[in-house]
């Protein structure tokens, strides 16, 4: 069975820092893109960054440039979203997704996904 875990979201303080991570099972997602993705709330799902999980290239979206890493250790098949400077219109659920064609900010491309994790940003 597949599974994608999120952890590690929570309420901080605007201008704060939290790192997401999203443990992976079931499969080995070595050819897989790793994916995270935000839903604000009344909002729809929206692209925040990606890891090639190959090739090792990351994207993010413009708003989160500069503030968020994406980062992966094949060792613990684990991805990680380092989320720094952090701002109340980040406020949001975080999903952890993962896909093996497609485009990387596509949504419709991922074929797994977690369950989400909770940050919100105080001002």
């Known amino acids: 069975q597949v599974q994608l875990i999120e952890s590690g979201g929570g309420l901080v303080q605007a201008g704060g820092s939290l790192r997401l991570s999203c443990a992976t099972s079931?499969?080995?997602?070595?050819?897989?893109?790793m994916g995270w993705f935000r839903r604000a709330p009344g909002k729809e799902r929206d692209f925040v960054a990606a890891?090639?999980?190959?090739?090792?290239?990351?994207f993010y979206a413009d708003s989160v440039k500069g503030r968020f890493t994406i980062s992966r250790d094949n060792a613990k098949n684990t991805v990680y979203l380092q989320m720094n400077s952090l701002k109340p219109e980040d406020t949001a659920v975080y999903y952890c997704?993962?896909?093996?064609?497609?485009?990387?900010?596509?949504?419709?491309?991922?074929?797994?996904w977690g369950q989400g994790t909770q940050v919100t940003a105080s001002s």
């Open positions: 997704a993962a896909r093996r064609y497609g485009t990387y900010w596509n949504q419709a491309d991922y074929e797994y």
């Open positions: 079931g499969r080995t997602f070595s050819s897989y893109t």
């Open positions: 890891f090639s999980w190959s090739g090792g290239s990351s």
